[in-house]
């Protein structure tokens, strides 16, 4: 939700960018340029002089509330409450596993068996849940930061753990684009750090390609799910193998 504090400092961006003076603004205003500059610096004002100054600005106040919107920061982590509204309905589930990955409102409706009115509601439960902010023809803003990740012990993983591991391991592993690694080791905890790191970084690379691809036709693009994990770990059956 933009504040007018928001929309007051994204007006003085805007002023800068139109490389016009408080002077300028004034004039428009039919105010005292003293008076224009104490209002701003106090970055408190009613809307409809914040309208006022978009007038001046050639600027629409719905354009401007959208420009607020893509500078807020983008969540790298939703609460626990929100990942548990997630998962207590399979199709809300279904529709924000579709947005991270970008699809439309037409590709949903398109392969699942939902109706356009059923998906809209779901967008808008995304919407409340700050998933997404939606936008005029059903479209939206994904408001996930590519670091994006659920919560390690939150209620996506452990609807993930209980429903979907022995699900997505059952696969083969074997097609085009394939792989499954299973390496182990012992190595200095410095290292293991280290290893952490580059395991994040190609997280985001797949992700950023992810964006990248977003102009290709759909029959270009393939769904993958990419699992990366590492930890000090050792299986059960072993453990219990070991000399007390």
Not at 34 to 57: E, H, P
Not at 173 to 180: A, K, L, T, V
Request: glycine share 4%.
């Amino acid at each position: 939700m933009s504040t007018t504090a928001d929309l007051v400092l994204t007006l003085k961006k805007e002023l800068k960018s139109a490389q016009m003076t408080y002077a300028d603004l004034a004039r428009g205003l039919g105010m005292a340029e003293s008076s224009v500059k104490r209002m701003l610096a106090q970055g408190d004002m009613t809307l409809s002089r914040i309208d006022a100054i978009c007038r001046v600005l050639k600027l629409d106040f719905a354009e401007l509330a959208r420009r607020v919107a893509d500078a807020q920061p983008l969540l790298k982590e939703l609460t626990h409450e929100q990942e548990r509204a997630v998962v207590s309905d399979k199709k809300l589930l279904l529709c924000a596993i579709c947005v991270l990955s970008q699809w439309t409102l037409e590709q949903i409706t398109t392969e699942y068996r939902l109706g356009e009115a059923e998906c809209i509601k779901y967008f808008a439960q995304l919407d409340r849940l700050g998933i997404i902010e939606l936008r005029p023809l059903n479209r939206y803003r994904l408001k996930l930061a590519k670091a994006f990740r659920w919560r390690p012990h939150g209620p996506v993983m452990d609807y993930f753990r209980e429903h979907v591991v022995l699900d997505y391991f059952n696969g083969g592993f074997d097609g085009p684009g394939e792989c499954m690694l299973l390496v182990h080791g012992s190595v200095s905890r410095a290292i293991a750090s280290s290893f952490v790191d580059r395991l994040q970084r190609v997280a985001q690379d797949f992700a950023q390609q992810h964006q990248a691809d977003q102009k290709l036709p759909q029959s270009q693009r393939e769904g993958y799910t990419v699992v990366l994990a590492m930890r000090s770990w050792e299986f059960s059956a072993f453990t219990q193998l070991r000399r007390k």
